[in-house]
């Protein structure tokens, strides 16, 4: 007789508000925790307790980041494990984190895993009456020929994961004086971010953000063929996601590349 094998089944943890540092160490401890096969795959949400800059892991600081506004408007600079561009983020927006085993649901390729994943924000944007598609030279999802969503990728310690940001509303005005280049990753002939840029609060009136959440893991869950259950970080992965913060927070870390360059320079 045969019998229909169970379902894939991941774990869901919505962090909420956290903090710039604490977030970079959470997914990558998470990261490392379901490529070893000691954690299972997880969809991540969360939202920065206060306004940090994403710089992903090849960027140079001195580049991207126009540091002296950010120090005098206490923005933090944190570098993530992944790479692509650097982001502007705020707790108006909810980031999420699709981490799988390599080999799993989430493709090997680079651009099929964005197309895949990124899918399942265009399905919450139908779920909220709106029509978005893909950007795959810009690895964004886009609302009206505006950026709503924009994305990095990485594959470490035997996991794949997709990071992304889903704007329910922004400080554009920020944006444009934290990025040195706030138009680069935006379709073209954009002058500032707020042209090439949208929020889900430009579009509709908000829902309850728990409704938004819900929509947005429905979406993932369908374009993986999973399904999910409410979870909790583990205390394992807590505990290296708080070693991890340290790094994640230093200034060394935060450098890295531009001392790297230096150092070439100076030979």
Known sequence: MWIQEPGIVWRFVDADLIDGAYSAALFHSIGRHVGFGDSDETILFWRVRHPTLYLGYHQYVEDEVNEAYCVEHNIDIVRRILG????????????????????????????????????????????????????????????????????????????????????????????????????????ANV????????????????????????????????????????GNVSDEEEKLALELTSQYASRQWTYRMDHKRAKREKV
């Open 191 to 230: 002058k500032s971010a707020r042209d090439g840029m949208v929020t889900l609060s430009d579009l509709m009136e908000l829902p309850p953000i728990d409704t938004i959440k819900q929509v947005m893991r429905s979406g993932f869950e369908n374009v993986l063929d999973i399904s999910s259950y409410e």
């Open 84 to 187: 692509g561009g650097c982001g502007y983020c705020d707790r108006d927006q909810i980031l999420f984190s699709v981490i799988g085993a390599q080999g799993g649901p989430i493709p090997g390729s680079v651009q099929t895993a964005y197309k895949k994943v990124l899918s399942g924000l265009l399905l919450a944007l139908d779920c909220l009456g709106l029509e978005g598609d893909l950007d795959p030279a810009r690895n964004g999802v886009f609302v009206q020929g505006r950026k709503i969503s924009g994305n990095a990728q990485g594959r470490f310690d035997g996991a794949a994961m997709v990071n992304g940001s889903f704007l329910l509303n922004f400080d554009f005005d920020t944006m444009d004086h934290v990025l040195k280049h706030p138009t680069r990753n935006l379709r």
